[in-house]
T-cell receptor, first 113, second 113 residues
């Protein structure tokens, strides 16, 4: 069973905020929400992660609902270079092993000029 | 600036040949990983290492081996290349929580003919 659900694709106008949703209704108390993206023909890139508080860094903001069943990644001023597939991942801190980072199908974000 | 590099970026080899893909990081990260990415399968973990002389098998380790003789390098060897190993290979590294913020290299596209 997938731990996260994301829309397959989204469009956003250049210069506007891009808001990417992720549903994770079965998230456990010790699980974090991570976001990565993969620009075409490049390696995945870590963006941000959080547990229950909203987080912001130089790339994006992460808003997690109070019940932690969903989250939104916000790119405040999208540029053409933000066109990529964005992956929402739920996993426990320090948890893992043989399955590694599990990327689902993600959201293909297309920034329109 | 610190970085993670992979070489070669593209490789064509014949079935049955031994191939080694290089991964080098200058962040002094303890944790290093090898993934392969194929259409329809997403990222799959091959091998990983938590430090010098430590190696562990991932989800799809058959036919691959790694060794970790220093902090900076984790070469991936295909003992006898098979057409099923045609893929894009990504190396990654992390510090602290090994399964959270992973930093990926640019990838190696391997074709086995």
């Amino acid at each position: 069973d997938a731990k996260t659900t994301q829309p397959p694709s989204m469009d956003c106008a250049e210069g506007r905020a891009a808001n990417l949703p992720c549903n994770h209704s079965t998230i456990s108390g010790n699980e974090y929400v991570y976001w990565y993206r993969q620009i075409h023909s490049q390696g995945p890139q870590y963006i941000i992660h959080g547990l229950k508080n909203n987080e912001t860094n130089e790339m994006a903001s992460l808003i997690i609902t109070e019940d932690r069943k969903s989250s939104t990644l916000i790119l405040p001023h999208a540029t053409l270079r933000d066109t990529a597939v964005y992956y929402c991942i739920v996993r426990p801190y320090s948890g893992g092993g043989a399955d590694g980072l599990t990327f689902g199908k993600g959201t293909h974000l297309i920034i329109q000029p | 600036d610190a970085e993670i590099t992979q070489s070669p970026r593209h490789k064509i080899t014949e079935t049955g040949r031994q191939v080694t893909l290089a991964c080098h990081q200058t962040w002094n990260h303890n944790n290093m990983f090898w993934y392969r990415q194929d259409l329809g399968h997403g990222l799959r973990l091959i091998h990983y290492s938590y430090g010098v002389h430590d190696t562990n098998k991932g989800e799809v380790s058959d036919g691959y081996s790694v060794s970790r003789s220093n902090t900076e390098d984790l070469p991936l060897t295909l003992e006898s290349a098979a057409s099923s190993q045609t893929s894009v290979y990504f190396c990654a590294s992390s510090d602290g929580d090994p399964w959270g913020e992973q930093y990926f290299g640019p990838g190696t596209r391997l074709t086995v003919t």
